[in-house]
Each structure stands twice: as C-alpha cells, then as structure tokens.
C-alpha cells in the first residue's frame, strides 16, 4: 500500500488543504495519505520551529514513527514544505518512493527576486509588523496566493478558524522565514523521481523558479497557465490529472 505525506509550506497547516486533502484520498483509495503539520503549524503549533530544513526533515521523520506510519513515503508538498521533501530525499532516499514538489523555489537556482515576487513585499511586511484581525490576514494571504476571482468565504472561514484554533507564533513564524531562506537544495537531483508542478501566473513566486529546478535535476514539469501559488486550492483537479499522469509513467521511468 502507498502511503503519501502531504506537506503545507510556511505557517500554514493540514487544515489549509481544504476539501484537497479528501480529493486526494479519494483518487487513491487503497492508499494511505497523511497530512502532516510542521514543528510550530498546526497541532504541533506549541512546538518551537526548526532553524533549519534539516531539522524539520528530523521532525518530521519522528512524529511519523510516533503516528506508527512507516516508510516507504511519496512525498506531495508545497512550498517550504517542498524544501523540506528535497532534503528528506536528499539525506534519507530509502524513505522516499517520490516527490510531487508544488510552487516552490530554491537556492540556487533561482534570484531572491524571483523567489518571492517584489510586488508582495510591501503586503508581507505588513502582515508580520502591524496587529490586524485574523479575517484581515487570511483575506490577504487569499489575495496572494490564489487567483480565483472572487474571495471564497467558506475557504477564509476555515482559515481564520485554523489561526484560532492553532495560532502560529511570531517566533516560529520568523524561525521558519530563516529556515527556508537558509536552505541551499542540491545541484544533482535526489535519487527519488520528482514530479514539479508550477503555476505560470502564481503572484507570489516566480515560475521560473520551477523551470530552473527542472533544469537542473532533468525531472517532469507540468505548468498550470491560470492558477495562483496555492495550486491545490485553485485548480485541484489539474493536479490530481497531472499525479496520476506522472505515476503511470514510473515504470517506464525505471526502465530508463
């Protein structure tokens, strides 16, 4: 039986996949598919977050054995979470059947301007130096991330819920930006299979960023022209097309 981690990026948590998470489990039936907070997210929002990739990837390779959930794992993961995945199956491959990587960026591959857009400074400050309402915050983060055309308010709903329910601290949130801005991937790519997934018209990271990755390691890449950052959130039945396209090709992939 497969069993897929899937992995939310910088201060977000399981509940930010939505109703992707059950979409997920439901085009893979006799799989298993656990979605996994990060130190200092979610359920594990009182734990102090890792300074480093590195220390996440311990992280989570502890609470998995904890949970009783054991390799091997396919890996699907956005953002810093995407980090994250790339150096699990850079420092433990035995672990990892493969990697679904969504909207992420590296050094050093890409610019720092390119990795996060210049437009969105401005918002991003804002968001971590002036106090604002949780429903302000998430409005804002939906602005960035997804370019569907009208603010979905059951999805903002969830979030502000989640930010109640498992508030991420200033610290955690600053300890993470460090973590990911730290992170340096490998130039070679992981031995296990890496499928990319980019959004062309993501607003808060480049898809260019992508591309170079894919560049680099000669693995799959597959562009979404319309969808924002949050590509699971968007366009989830892309993605779900995009998986199964890219695994029933693995064993032609072997053979290679």
Known sequence: MDTWILLRGLTRETAH????ADDFQSAWPDARVVT???PGNGQLHARRSPLTVQ????ACRAELARQGVHPPFRLFAMSLGAMVATEWARTAPADIAGCVLVNTSFRPFSPF????RPRNYAALLGLALRPRSPEAIERTVWRLTSNAPDPRNAVIDDWVAARAR?????ANA???LVAAARYRAPTVAPSPPVLLLASQNDQ???SRCSQAIARGWHCDLALHPQSGHDLPLDAPQWVLEQVQQWLVQEPHRAEH
Do not use: I, K, Y
Not at 17 to 20: A, D, P, Q, T
Not at 113 to 116: A, E, G, K, S
């Open 113 to 116: 301007f390119h990795r996060l």
């Open 166 to 170: 498992n508030p991420v601290s200033a």
């Open 55 to 58: 220390g996440m990837v311990a």
């Open 204 to 206: 808060l990271v480049d």
């Open 36 to 38: 996994l907070d990060l």
């Open 174 to 176: 600053l300890r993470q």
């Open 17 to 20: 996949w939505g109703r992707f």
